[in-house]
């Protein structure tokens, strides 16, 4: 590691961990928020738990290490983050927070929702507004046909519908 990262004093020889550098803004959804506020609330609870049980405990020392590595990752992004609501007035153009409804042209159909990139999970729909498909849906309305351009070929996408509701 990097001394430039570890912070030394008499007691400690923690290392510090460095915002996160971006080429792009840290936009965030409103759940999103909510849901990294949740994640360190619980963090710091077990972070008191963890500090008042036993140090000489390496099992829960070692617990308690990757605790506050999270949590201190957390903070990052949160300190980081730009809340973007969803649009004031109702639309049909697909902005950052969007539920879209596409089709490929192949007729296979998705529902996505367009994210920050670090609450993008793929699994569940989530998709990163940067990423190449975000990309292809940002600024488009319901009938519009965009290009996707994918790692194993691009294709056609015409996007079906546009919400910012579940």
């Given at each position: 590691m990097?001394?430039?990262?570890?912070?030394?004093?008499?007691?400690?020889?923690?290392?510090?961990?460095?915002?996160?550098?971006?080429?792009?803004?840290?936009?965030?959804?409103p759940?999103?928020?909510?849901?990294?506020?949740?994640?360190?609330?619980?963090?710091?609870?077990?972070?008191?738990?963890?500090?008042?049980?036993?140090?000489?405990?390496?099992?829960?020392?070692?617990?308690?290490?990757?605790l506050?590595?999270?949590?201190r990752?957390?903070?990052?992004?949160?300190?980081?983050?730009?809340?973007?609501?969803?649009?004031?007035?109702?639309?049909d153009?697909?902005?950052?927070?969007?539920?879209?409804?596409?089709?490929?042209d192949?007729?296979?159909?998705r529902?996505v929702?367009?994210?920050?990139?670090?609450?993008a999970?793929?699994?569940?729909?989530?998709?990163?507004?940067?990423?190449?498909?975000?990309?292809?849906?940002l600024?488009?309305?319901?009938?519009?046909?965009s290009?996707?351009?994918?790692?194993?070929?691009?294709?056609?996408i015409?996007?079906?519908?546009?919400?910012?509701?579940?």
């Amino acid at each position: 590691m990097s001394r430039a990262f570890v912070k030394e004093d008499a007691q400690s020889t923690e290392a510090v961990i460095p915002p996160p550098t971006r080429e792009h803004p840290n936009y965030v959804t409103p759940a999103g928020m909510a849901a990294w506020q949740g994640r360190a609330d619980e963090l710091a609870v077990e972070l008191a738990a963890a500090a008042s049980a036993a140090e000489s405990d390496l099992a829960r020392a070692a617990e308690q290490e990757a605790l506050l590595r999270e949590f201190r990752s957390l903070e990052a992004l949160i300190e980081t983050a730009i809340v973007v609501p969803p649009p004031s007035a109702p639309t049909d153009e697909v902005h950052f927070g969007a539920w879209v409804m596409f089709s490929d042209d192949e007729n296979a159909s998705r529902r996505v929702h367009i994210v920050g990139a670090d609450e993008a999970e793929i699994e569940h729909g989530e998709v990163s507004w940067i990423s190449p498909l975000g990309r292809a849906l940002l600024g488009k309305r319901p009938g519009d046909v965009s290009l996707w351009e994918r790692p194993d070929g691009n294709t056609e996408i015409e996007i079906l519908a546009v919400s910012y509701t579940p």
